[in-house]
């Protein structure tokens, strides 16, 4: 029998997995054994509890888990749906913030200079009578 942090070979059970069957009943499919003591060694039935892959990884100290509660960039943008978007899937890329607009500059109006030079005809509008 493979222990708990061994890689099981062929028909081996782990040894958490197995004693949970034997003493609780049987893992629904699609779930896996999460250590509620967070002592992977631990076989004892009372500190295991089935749930999803996904629940296992974000109840964890890993990286996936430290993650998922960060509320904003290493900017400080605010990690909202608004300032989200899904980036593409290279080298584990996931949600990121966009990039910065640049500040686009408003169109000014016209100087007294600019309608007697003629500036807005040569950009395409009317020009005024003075």
Same mark, same amino acid.
């Given at each position: 029998?493979?222990? &708990?942090?061994?890689?099981? +070979?062929?028909?081996?059970?782990?040894?958490? !997995? =197995?004693?949970?069957?034997?003493? @609780?009943?049987?893992?629904?499919?699609?779930?896996? =054994? #999460?250590?509620? &003591?967070?002592?992977?060694? &631990?076989?004892?039935?009372?500190?295991?509890?089935? @749930?999803?892959? !996904? +629940?296992?990884? =974000?109840?964890?100290?890993?990286?996936?888990?430290?993650?998922?509660? +960060?509320?904003? &960039?290493?900017?400080?943008?605010?990690?909202?749906?608004?300032?989200?978007? =899904?980036?593409?899937?290279?080298?584990?890329?996931?949600?990121?913030?966009?990039?910065? +607009?640049?500040? $686009?500059?408003?169109?000014?109006?016209?100087?007294?200079?600019?309608?007697?030079?003629?500036?807005?005809?040569?950009?395409?509008?009317?020009?005024? #009578? $003075?």
């Amino acid at each position: 029998m493979a222990t &708990c942090c061994e890689r099981p +070979k062929g028909n081996e059970v782990r040894a958490h !997995r =197995l004693t949970y069957v034997l003493l @609780v009943g049987p893992i629904q499919e699609g779930l896996v =054994l #999460d250590h509620l &003591c967070r002592n992977r060694y &631990c076989v004892n039935p009372q500190y295991l509890e089935q @749930v999803t892959n !996904r +629940k296992n990884v =974000l109840r964890g100290s890993g990286i996936t888990a430290k993650n998922a509660i +960060k509320a904003h &960039c290493v900017n400080g943008h605010d990690f909202g749906e608004e300032n989200l978007y =899904l980036g593409a899937v290279i080298a584990g890329a996931g949600l990121v913030t966009p990039p910065r +607009k640049k500040e $686009i500059s408003r169109p000014q109006e016209p100087t007294v200079g600019d309608i007697a030079t003629g500036a807005q005809e040569r950009a395409g509008e009317a020009q005024v #009578d $003075i």
